[in-house]
Structures are given as C-alpha cells and as structure tokens.
C-alpha cells in the first residue's frame, strides 16, 4: 500500500514538479517531455493558461471604446504598480489607485472586478515577459559564445526583475490569496521546465554528467530569483555588473559542469 504523501514531498520524490503541466520536469523516459494540452485555452508550451478572471478582464476590454479603453486600462494597470510600490499590496485600496490614474471607480470596474484581479493582471504581465525570455535559453552551447548568450540572458533576467520588482513584492504579499499561489507555482512549473529542457540537453550532448534535470532548474531558477529579491527589492550592496558576472558564471557551471574561467569561456 503507497502511503500518501503531501504533494511538494509527492514533487521532490519523483523529481519533477507537476503532470499537468505543459512542461514536464522529470529524470524519467529521457528527461524532458512537452505536454501540449487540447484545451482551446493552450497558446504554447511556455504560455500561461487563462484564468477565469483573466477572461472576464479581456472580455471587458473588447467591449471598451477602442484605443482609448486600451489606454485607460494601462493607466490603471500602471497606476496600481506604483501604489503597490509605495503603500503594499495590503495597504493599497482602489481609490488609491483611481485616483493616481485619474479616473473615475466606474471606470475601473469597467476593467477590473476587485483588487486582486488588476493584481492577476500585472502578475499575468510579468510572467509573459519571464516565459518569452526562458525560450531565449535554447540553443545555448558551451565555449565562449554560450557563456556570452547567457550573460545576457542574465541581464535580461535582471532588467526584467528591476521593472516588475513592485509587482513581485506584492505578489509575495498577497500569497494568503489561493490564485496567487497557484498562478506561482504555475510561473515556476513552466519558467524551470524551459530551464531543465536546457539542462537535459547539455547530459544528452554528453557536456556533463547526468543530473535530475528538474531539481537543478527549480534550484537555479529560486537561487536567482530570491537573490534578486534581496538585492533588489531590499536593496542588498551588490554591484550591478560583479552580481550579473557571479549569477552568470554559477548557471554556466550547473548547466556545463565546468567553470567558464576553466574551459576558456570567460577570460
């Protein structure tokens, strides 16, 4: 009889996060396997299934008045960025955000249910932009040229992070709100599965030895992440480029098995 365990634990046993996701994390039949889903609602390997708030969001947009709806939804959108950078997710109320953008509560309600469905939208905006810049990993090759492609990648990562840190510190805030985890693990599913596909990759090109590809990703991807917390969120004492350098040098080892200054990619 299999005892049952608590589904993180379920996770780490098999080493990979979640069957239903669309990309698999696994060190079974072959490493990585891509699951494309039959529901309508699929637009890609790396793109975030809609949620139902998310729907009814984009079907009230389609009924705005045309460009200048469009324009009033991102006035909010990024008016609820700064309110939440300035008072916390908890602290901000709609009437904050209003009457930064300068409008009125019915034009809000045009667009936005509540709080946490303008909140899902930044998040849902934040993780497009994570997903397209996992695919920009692939193809990378050890030597000089990979350890270039992924400084960047790096940076990349950075420069997003910086523009999105408000929303990130208010996505952690809000996690007492069940669709902000789920829509987290679901960004973690599908941003670390890209990044084991690369990994499972280098063992298949004999460039390292055999690894649970799955464990690593999730690894790699919370070691940047919480790192870029603290020092960016936090404002940890970390220079810019010595910080892109040391982040890009540890993923080029996990990925190759080799230190870049060894193998002649980084001089």
Partial sequence: MRVHQPEHQEVLARGRLDPRSDMVLSSFDGGIRKRFSSSSETTGSMRRRTLPAMAEANEKTARSVGSLGARTRERLL??????????????????????RAGTSHGAFYLYFANKQDIMEALADQTSARMFELADKLEGIAPG????????????????????????????????????????????????????????Q??????????????????????????FCYFWIVYRGPFPREGSVDTLAAIWYQAIFDVDPAEDGSKS
């Avoid at 805030?173 to 902000?180: E, K, P, V």
């Fill in 78 to 99: 990024d008016a609820a960025r700064e309110a939440f950078a300035e008072r916390g997710y908890q602290a901000t109320r709609v009437d904050d955000i209003t009457q």
């Fill in 144 to 199: 000089e040229a990979g350890y270039e492609h992924l400084r960047g990648w790096i940076s990349e990562f950075v420069e997003i992070y910086e523009g999105n840190a408000a929303v990130v510190a208010a996505w952690i805030q809000a996690a007492d709100d069940t669709r902000f985890v789920h829509l987290g693990r679901e960004v973690l599913q599908k941003f670390a599965g890209r990044i084991a596909q690369v990994i």
């Fill in 201 to 226: 990759d280098s063992v298949h090109a004999e460039q390292r030895h055999p690894i649970n590809p799955g464990i690593a990703a999730t690894a790699l991807v919370a070691m940047i992440e919480r």
